[in-house]
T-cell receptor
Framework: GDSVTQMEGPVTLSEEAFLTINCTYT??????LFWYVQYPGEGLQLLLKATKADDKGSNKGFEATYRKETTSFHLEKGSVQVSDSAVYFC????????????FGKGITLSVRP | KAGVTQTPRYLIKTRGQQVTLSCSPISGHRSVSWYQQTPGQGLQFLFEYFSETQRNKGNFPGRFSGRQFSNSRSEMNVSTLELGDSALYLC?????????????FGPGTRLTVL
C-alpha cells in the first residue's frame, strides 16, 4: 500500500538557518504530494503541493520538488524564522476518485531566536 | 469565505458512551473526509463522504460511523467509546473528489475518553 516516510525528529534550528526536512514515498500510481503544517492547538494548513513529476511547490519561502526518480519530496527553506516552529507533515494522495491522504509521522521543528 | 468548522472543539466522555462530532465544510465543497490523530499512530484516514455517500473507508472498527447531509455537512459517530479513542479528530473538505484537489482542514475536535 501507499506510505510516506519522514526523517526522524525533532529538529531544532537557530533563526536564519537553512532547513531541509526529508520525505520519501511509496505509491502504486502517480500521486499528488503535499506538505501540511500544524501549529499548536490547530488543525492542518496546506503549505504547498505538487501534482506531477518535476513540479516545484512553493509558499512562504518554503519549497519542495516532486522527484519521481528518487520518490522524494523534500521540504526546504533558506532562512527559518521563530514563527516557523510547528509540526510538518508530508502526505500523498493517489490519482483517481479517492480523496484519502496518506501522511508521514510528522516532524516537530523548533526555531530558536 | 469561511473555513472548515468543527463542533465541539473539546469533549470529555467516559468509556462505553457514544459521541457525535460535527463538521461544516467550506461553502461549495462536496467532499468531506475524517481523520484521527494520535501521538502513537499519527494521522489515520477514517472515511470520506461525497454527495451523501460514503466513498472510501479506512481500517477502523464498525464503532466508527459517519454520514453526510444534503448541505454537505457531515457527522461522525463513535459508539461504545474506548480509552484508545482519545484523539484529535480532524475533518477536511474539498471541492471535488479525488484528483489533485486540495483538502482543507478544520481545527479539530479533541476527544478525551476517561
Amino acid at each position: 500500500g501507499d506510505s510516506v516516510t519522514q526523517m526522524e525528529g525533532p529538529v531544532t534550528l537557530s533563526e536564519e538557518a537553512f532547513l531541509t526536512i526529508n520525505c520519501t514515498y511509496t505509491a502504486t500510481g502517480y500521486p499528488s504530494l503535499f506538505w501540511y503544517v500544524q501549529y499548536p492547538g490547530e488543525g492542518l494548513q496546506l503549505l504547498l503541493k505538487a501534482t506531477k513529476a518535476d513540479d516545484k511547490g512553493s509558499n512562504k519561502g518554503f519549497e519542495a520538488t516532486y522527484r519521481k526518480e528518487t520518490t522524494s519530496f523534500h521540504l526546504e527553506k533558506g532562512s527559518v524564522q521563530v514563527s516557523d516552529s510547528a509540526v510538518y507533515f508530508c502526505a500523498l494522495k493517489e490519482t483517481g476518485a479517492n480523496s484519502k491522504l496518506t501522511f508521514g509521522k510528522g516532524i516537530t521543528l523548533s526555531v530558536r531566536p | 469565505k469561511a473555513g472548515v468548522t468543527q463542533t465541539p472543539r473539546y469533549l470529555i466522555k467516559t468509556r462505553g458512551q457514544q459521541v457525535t462530532l460535527s463538521c461544516s465544510p467550506i461553502s461549495g465543497h462536496r467532499s468531506v473526509s475524517w481523520y484521527q490523530q494520535t501521538p502513537g499512530q499519527g494521522l489515520q484516514f477514517l472515511f470520506e463522504y461525497f454527495s451523501e455517500t460514503q466513498r472510501n473507508k479506512g481500517n477502523f472498527p464498525g464503532r466508527f460511523s459517519g454520514r453526510q447531509f444534503s448541505n454537505s455537512r457531515s457527522e461522525m459517530n463513535v459508539s461504545t467509546l474506548e480509552l484508545g479513542d482519545s484523539a484529535l479528530y480532524l475533518c477536511a473538505s474539498s471541492l471535488l473528489q479525488g484528483g489533485s484537489d486540495t483538502q482543507y482542514f478544520g481545527p479539530g475536535t479533541r476527544l478525551t475518553v476517561l
